[in-house]
C-alpha cells in the first residue's frame, strides 16, 4: 500500500485522522464523528472503502487505536500484529478518518461546521449520508442572485442622501457669479469711456519716463470710480510690459490701510520684495557670465600647455603663419579672452529695460570681476529688511520706503481708494510726504490717484498738499436707469445661463438702484441676490418676484436681524435713543440716554442696570453699526459719549415696538422729559 493510496489529499482530512489521545486499550468508535462531513479526495475512493484495522505495537509495549469507522463492515481480514510485514510500510501505521456505517449520519441540510451547501448527493458506496466539502464552494453559492443583491444596496435604506444632495439636484442659474460682485473688473465699462480717456490721457506721460500729474477722483458710491481707475492701470502695466518702460501701480484701500505707517510699510515691503527678485534674476544672469569666462579661460589655458603627445599648436600656428607671410609672433600667441556681455534675459526679472540696474550692458573680462559684482548684489538684497507692522519708528519707515523706490529706475502710480478716511484717520501728512517725494528721487518717479466719495474732503487739507495732490481732477456722475440697464445687461450676459433671465428683471433692478442716486453696485447687488433666490428655490428662471424679494432681503437684513435679535436690555438702550432723536435732541449724551433707560424699564417691568454698563450696551450698539458713538471730553465736568443713530428710524423703531414689551407703551413722552432728571 503507498502512501498516495492512504492519504487523502484533503488537508482537513489529515489533521482529523491524527491519533486521539485515549486511554491504553480504549477504543473509540466515535472518532470520526466529528468529521464525518468530510471525504477523502475522489481519486482515493477505491482505496477508501477498505480499512485495516491496525494492531498495537508489540515491541513498544503500546496499543494503538484501532479505526472504529467500518469495522463491521470491512471484508478486509485483520493483520497479525506480529507480523514484521505489518510495520514494514511506515504509511499503513497512519489512521484514516474514513466515513463507514458506524459514523453517525450528518443531517446535509443542517450542517453548521462546514457552512456548504450539502444537498448534492455524492455517489459514493456506503455512505450516502457524507457530504462533499471539497467541492468548489463557488458552486455552494451558485444559487444566489448577484444583481438582485447589489439592486437591494442601491435601492435600499442603507445610505441616505446628504445635506447637499437635494440641493446640488436642481440645474444651476449662474454661470459665473463672480462677475457680479463689486471686486470684479470688467475688460469694458459702459459710459465711462470720458472718464478712462481722461485719466489715460494724464497717464500716458509714464509711458514716456516723465512723471504724471496727480489725480483726484471724486463720485458717490457705484458710480464706477475704483473700476476705472482698475481698469487704467491694468492698461497702463500692460502697455509699459509691451514697449519695455518700467512703469508701476501699487492699489491700496485706506479703509484698511488708515495710518501713515501702514501706508508706508505697505508700500516699501512690497517694493522690497520686487527688488530683491530683480536682485536674484540679476545673480542668476551673472553666474551664467562666470561660467562663459570660466570656459574661455580653461580653453585658453588648454591652448598654452599642449601635451607633448599632441602637436604644438603654437608651433603649428607659427609655421602656418610663416608660410602665409602672417606675423610669426601674433600667430604664437594665445588668443586674449573677449568681455563678456550680461545676457538680454538678466532684464526680464520685472520686465525691466537695460540699465535697470548698473549690471545690465556691463562687460565682464574676469571671472573676479564677476564674483565682485554678485557679492555687492548680495549684500543690497541683505540690507533690504522688510518693515513689521508695527515697532519702528514712521521716519524709519520713511527711509526704507524711500531707499526701497529708489533703488531701481521706474515710474509709480500710488492709487489711494478711499483716501478720504486716511486724512480722517491720521491727517495729510502722508500725502504731503508722498507729494513731495519727488524732488529727493534719483532713479524713480511717484505720482498719486486719490479717489474718494467726500467731495469735500480738500477742504480740510493743507495747502501746500491741495496744490500739489488735485493737480487734475475727474468728477463721475451717477448712472441714470437707462446706463444701469446697459451695465447690468453687460454683466448679465456672462453672469448667467442663457435665456435664464425674464424680460422684466434687468429693467426692474436698474430703477430701484436709480432710485438711490444710480449705485450700480447696489444693482448688481440686487441682480445677483434676485439670482440666488431663484437658485435656492429650485426655479429655471429668475422672475421679477425674485427682484422684489430681494430687495426687500438688502433692505431689511442689515437692520431688522441685528436689531431682531438684540438682547431686552440693548433694545431698551436703543429705544431710548430712537425717542430722543425723534423729539429732535442733538448731540444726546449717555446721562440723557440712561434717564431715559431707568423710566423705561420701570415702565416694563425690567432689571435697571448701571450707567456704566448701559455705556456699555452702547458701545456695543457701536460696534455693530446701529449707532455712531464719538467720547468728547467736557472739561472739567469730565468726558461722555455722543451719539446718533446709525440705520433708518422708522424701520429701527417698527422692529423695536414688534416685542411684547416694548410694544405695550402707550404714550412716551413723559419718558422723553425724563432726560432732564438729575
Known amino acids: ?143 444566489l442572485d448577484l444583481d438582485s443583491v447589489l439592486d437591494t444596496d442601491a435601492n435600499g435604506d442603507g445610505e441616505s442622501e446628504g445635506l447637499f444632495d437635494d440641493l446640488l439636484s436642481g440645474e444651476p442659474i449662474f454661470e459665473n457669479k463672480e462677475v457680479l460682485r463689486p471686486s470684479y473688473t470688467p475688460r469694458e465699462l459702459p459710459h465711462r469711456n470720458d472718464q478712462i480717456n481722461q485719466m489715460a490721457t494724464i497717464l500716458v506721460s509714464a509711458l514716456r519716463g516723465d512723471t504724471p500729474s496727480n489725480i483726484l477722483i471724486y463720485g458717490k458710491t457705484g458710480t464706477g470710480k475704483t473700476a476705472s481707475a482698475k481698469f487704467v492701470s491694468q492698461e497702463l ?202 524732488s529727493e528721487l534719483t532713479n524713480s518717479r511717484i505720482s498719486i490717484m486719490g479717489i474718494s466719495n467726500d467731495l469735500k474732503f480738500t477742504d480740510f487739507l493743507d495747502p501746500r498738499v491741495k496744490s500739489s495732490l488735485g493737480e487734475e481732477e475727474i468728477v463721475f456722475p451717477p448712472y441714470d436707469a437707462t446706463q444701469l440697464r446697459d451695465i447690468l445687461q453687460h454683466r448679465a450676459d456672462i453672469a448667467f445661463k442663457p435665456e435664464a433671465l425674464t424680460s422684466d428683471v434687468i429693467p426692474l433692478c436698474a430703477a430701484f438702484a436709480a432710485q438711490e442716486h444710480g449705485d450700480a453696485r447696489r444693482a448688481l447687488d440686487l441682480l445677483r441676490t434676485a439670482g440666488e433666490l431663484a437658485e435656492r428655490s429650485q426655479a429655471d428662471l429668475v422672475e421679477e418676484d425674485h427682484v422684489r424679494q430681494a430687495q426687500d432681503k438688502i433692505e431689511l437684513d442689515r437692520v431688522v436681524e441685528v436689531v431682531r435679535t438684540l438682547p431686552t436690555q440693548s433694545k431698551i438702550v436703543l429705544y431710548s435713543i430712537i425717542l430722543l432723536e425723534q423729539n429732535g435732541v442733538q448731540n444726546i449724551n449717555t446721562g440723557e440716554v440712561f434717564n431715559i433707560y431707568k423710566r423705561l424699564c420701570e415702565e416694563i417691568d425690567a432689571d435697571v442696570l448701571t450707567q456704566r454698563r448701559v455705556t456699555d450696551l452702547i458701545s456695543e450698539l457701536d460696534m455693530l453699526g446701529i449707532v455712531n458713538a464719538v467720547v468728547v471730553s467736557k472739561g472739567r465736568y469730565g468726558r461722555t ?21 416694548l410694544g405695550d407703551i402707550e404714550d412716551v413722552q413723559p419718558f422723553v422729559q425724563a432726560r432732564f432728571d438729575n
Open 1 to 143: 500500500m503507498t502512501k498516495e493510496d492512504t492519504e487523502p489529499n484533503d488537508e482537513s482530512t489529515e489533521t482529523a485522522a491524527e491519533p486521539p489521545a485515549a486511554e491504553p486499550d480504549a477504543e473509540t468508535p466515535d472518532s470520526t464523528s466529528s468529521t464525518g462531513d468530510e471525504t477523502p479526495d475522489p481519486a482515493s475512493t477505491d482505496a477508501a472503502e477498505s480499512v485495516v484495522t491496525r494492531a498495537d505495537d508489540t515491541s513498544s509495549g503500546v496499543d494503538r487505536d484501532e479505526t472504529a469507522a467500518g469495522d463491521e463492515t470491512d471484508p478486509t481480514p485483520a493483520t497479525d500484529p506480529t507480523d514484521s510485514s505489518a510495520t514494514a510500510d511506515p504509511t499503513d501505521s497512519v489512521p484514516t478518518a474514513e466515513p463507514t456505517d458506524s459514523t453517525p449520519a450528518t443531517d446535509p441540510k443542517t450542517d453548521t461546521e462546514s457552512g456548504l451547501q450539502t444537498d448534492v448527493p455524492i455517489d459514493i458506496p456506503d455512505a450516502g449520508s457524507s457530504t462533499d466539502s471539497g467541492r468548489d464552494r463557488s458552486t455552494a453559492s451558485s444559487d
Open 237 to 438: 502695466e500692460s502697455t509699459s510690459q509691451k514697449y519695455d518702460v518700467p512703469c508701476e501701480v501699487e492699489y491700496i484701500n485706506c479703509e484698511v490701510t488708515d495710518t501713515q505707517y501702514r501706508v508706508l510699510a505697505q508700500l516699501a515691503n512690497k517694493f522690497i520684495e520686487k527688488n530683491v527678485a530683480l536682485i536674484e534674476s540679476r545673480i542668476d544672469a551673472l553666474e551664467t557670465v562666470r561660467e562663459e569666462l570660466a570656459a574661455d579661460a580653461s580653453s585658453s589655458d588648454s591652448d598654452a600647455d599642449g601635451g607633448d603627445g599632441d602637436a604644438n599648436i603654437t608651433d603649428s600656428a607659427a609655421t602656418d603663419a610663416d608660410a602665409s607671410g602672417a606675423d610669426i609672433a601674433d600667430a604664437a600667441e594665445p588668443e586674449a579672452t573677449e568681455p563678456v556681455t550680461i545676457p538680454d534675459a538678466e532684464a526680464d526679472a520685472e520686465d525691466s529695460p537695460d540699465g535697470a540696474l548698473p549690471i545690465a550692458n556691463e562687460e565682464y573680462d574676469s571671472v573676479e570681476a564677476v564674483d565682485e559684482r554678485i557679492e555687492a548684489l548680495q549684500a543690497d538684497a541683505d540690507e533690504m529688511e522688510p518693515v513689521p507692522m508695527t515697532g519702528w519708528p514712521t521716519d524709519r519707515v520713511y527711509s526704507t520706503f524711500f531707499d526701497a523706490v529708489d533703488y531701481n529706475e521706474r515710474v509709480v502710480v500710488i492709487m489711494l481708494d478711499e483716501i478720504d478716511k486716511l486724512v480722517e484717520k491720521s491727517g495729510d501728512d502722508t500725502l504731503y510726504n508722498l507729494s513731495r517725494m519727488n
Open 641 to 661: 459719549k455722543e451719539m446718533s443713530l446709525s440705520v433708518p428710524l422708522d424701520e429701527t423703531e417698527a422692529v423695536l415696538l414688534s416685542d411684547s414689551r
